[in-house]
């Protein structure tokens, strides 16, 4: 049972610069999150994905878009860098509906620099 | 808003003895708390969580979570700790549609 993977692991970028990370959610999971933690700080929320549509958004700019396939995977755009997006990028995934647990389970991750 | 507090950026433990990690929570409503482990340059790793029930939850790894209502306390604990669980934990609470809050997370170092 696959769990919930992430490409890439790590990227180097420039300020202005466009990224896209992606996310394949744990096998018979249809909803996608997204958190970003800053060095030293934990996971802040970016959004969350299901059935295809922005469900939920936290504080972050324009800037941070993203996408759910019908596959449920996702996908996570990031406009203009700053310095400040330097971070490590978590995807965690869930499930809705009468077979709901209510934990997330989180992939590794996506390093992000920003130079 | 819903939030969760860890007071200690560090607990330090030796191989064997117990060990408690720290979790205040602030909610309106019945709380949904969570447990995650975070290793060195790895994601979270889910293990425990507290959504209604008896107030001592067991998890993965040994580990088991106390929930106080009255005291809005959800500590970690282990009986016996050991070098492996040398990690940062993060307290989580869950909000509407799993949105988790987390805590800024205890760093904790266990000692041969």
């Known amino acids: 049972d696959a769990g919930v993977t992430q490409s890439p692991t790590h990227l180097i970028k420039t300020r202005g610069q466009q990224v896209t990370l992606r996310c394949s959610p744990k096998?018979?999971?249809?909803?996608v999150s997204w958190y970003q933690q800053a060095l030293g700080q934990g996971p802040q929320f970016i959004f969350q994905?299901?059935?295809?549509?922005?469900?939920q958004r936290g504080n972050f700019p324009d800037r941070f878009s993203g996408h759910q396939f019908p596959n449920y995977s996702s996908e996570l755009n990031v406009n203009a860098l700053l310095l400040g997006d330097s971070a490590l990028y978590l995807c965690?995934?869930?499930?809705?509906?009468?077979?709901?647990?209510?934990?997330?389970?989180f992939g590794e991750g996506s390093r992000l620099t920003v130079l | 808003a819903q939030s969760v507090a860890q007071p200690e950026d560090q607990v330090n433990v030796a191989e064997g003895n117990p060990l408690t990690v720290k979790c205040t929570y602030s909610?309106?409503?019945?709380?949904?708390l969570f447990w995650y482990v975070q290793y060195p340059n790895r994601g979270l790793q889910f293990l425990l969580k507290?959504?209604?029930?008896?107030?001592l939850v067991k998890g993965s790894y040994g580990f088991e979570a106390e929930f106080n209502k009255s005291q809005t306390s959800f500590h970690l604990k282990k009986p016996s700790a050991l070098v492996s669980d040398s990690a940062l934990y993060f307290c989580?609470?869950?909000?509407?549609?799993?949105?988790?809050?987390f805590g800024t997370g205890t760093r904790l170092q266990v000692f041969p």
């Open positions: 965690a995934s869930s499930l809705q509906g009468v077979r709901r647990t209510g934990e997330l389970f």
């Open positions: 096998s018979g999971h249809d909803t």
């Open positions: 994905y299901y059935e295809e549509e922005e469900r």
């Open positions: 909610v309106s409503g019945n709380p949904y």
């Open positions: 507290y959504i209604t029930g008896d107030n």
């Open positions: 989580a609470v869950r909000e509407a549609t799993d949105k988790l809050i």
